[in-house]
């Protein structure tokens, strides 16, 4: 289907110019033109359109086995064209392999809607998955091993397929999912090693992306508290833990992080109040760490410090 040329109108006629007449008479050779032709192409061009937009969102995916009347009209899975039956018949062919019952018809293929050629190259399987990705359900009895049902029956995973489920268990350690019965996939994060346990969140929908090879599991972004201060985990490992303390002018205080590091961290102490006032660490290890404060003459005091942990939850 050729897009229809338009003219650009000519110089807009100024009554006054010295050239007026010859502007008008231009300007009303152009709009006979486009009245005449261009405009009469456009309109059966945006008919045409119209024609194939509804065929294209009329039209079901073709199943073998199906009764079918004259002038059903189907998308084929095998190369995801549209295709209108000419026989009242039970398909047991798919119609790329059937022109004796089946035309191929004028309108957009299903995998892109704008261009007949596929240019992205969609598959098939591609297409089922963008309208089973709502509906996938979980099995989570084990949540290291889940497995994931798309009630679209795939039969095999080709890269760049997306799946997105709600799974209410979260995973102790390193994971596989098997789709539809397929054999199971190794899960890795997003910077391509193993799940480290709590991976997965259970709060929000996690999104799985397949690389041909594994299935990479995003994590959404997640920030917490509890009695040891706050914290932000992220999906490529990295870590923020903060919190505010009095320091001791007797002991370094413990702080106990809000959650464990997969190593020590990076430790910043800054005491607050009053110029004069120092503070700093000791002890840093995976799970807490020590601090303390002092004034300008060297004596340990009691005040208010702001302590942040920057490291890495899994490595």
């Avoid at 190369?79 to 191929?104: E, G, H, I, K």
């Avoid at 080709?158 to 997105?164: E, P, Q, S, V, Y």
């Avoid at 590091?261 to 660490?281: C, E």
Wanted: glycine share 6%; net charge negative; with cysteine.
């Amino acid at each position: 289907m050729t897009t229809p040329t338009i003219t650009d109108p000519p110089t807009t006629p100024v009554r006054g110019s010295a050239n007026f007449s010859n502007q008008v008479a231009a300007f009303l050779s152009w709009l006979s033109t486009f009245a005449d032709d261009e405009l009469t192409a456009f309109i059966t061009w945006a008919e045409a359109l119209t024609a194939s937009l509804d065929n294209a969102a009329n039209a079901a995916e073709w199943v073998s086995g199906t009764d079918y009347e004259i002038g059903d009209r189907v998308w084929s899975p095998t190369d995801l064209q549209l295709y209108q039956s000419t026989a009242a018949f039970n398909s047991t062919t798919d119609p790329v392999n059937d022109s004796d019952n089946w035309d191929l018809t004028e309108g957009f293929p299903v995998s892109h809607i704008s261009d007949t050629d596929n240019p992205h190259a969609v598959t098939a399987e591609q297409v089922k998955l963008g309208t089973a990705m709502a509906t996938v359900t979980v099995d989570d009895t084990d949540p290291d091993a889940l497995t994931f049902t798309t009630g679209r029956n795939l039969t095999a995973l080709t890269a760049g397929m997306w799946f997105a489920a709600m799974i209410n268990t979260t995973n102790t350690g390193a994971m596989t999912v098997a789709i539809d019965g397929l054999t199971a996939v190794d899960v890795k994060t997003v910077i391509g090693v193993d799940t480290p346990a709590d991976y997965i969140r259970t709060d929000v929908p996690t999104e799985f992306y397949y690389d041909g090879t594994n299935l990479i599991a995003k994590r959404e972004p997640e920030y917490g508290s509890n009695a040891n201060g706050e914290y932000a985990p992220y999906a490529n490992g990295a870590q923020t833990c903060m919190d505010g303390i009095l320091s001791d002018n007797a002991a370094a205080v413990s702080w106990t992080y809000p959650k464990a590091f997969a190593a020590a961290p990076i430790i910043t102490v800054a005491a607050r109040g009053s110029s004069g006032r120092s503070a700093s660490y000791d002890n840093p290890g995976a799970t807490a760490c020590e601090f303390y404060a002092w004034l300008s003459d060297g004596t340990q005091t009691t005040t208010a410090c702001h302590v942040t942990a920057h490291g890495q939850w899994y490595l």
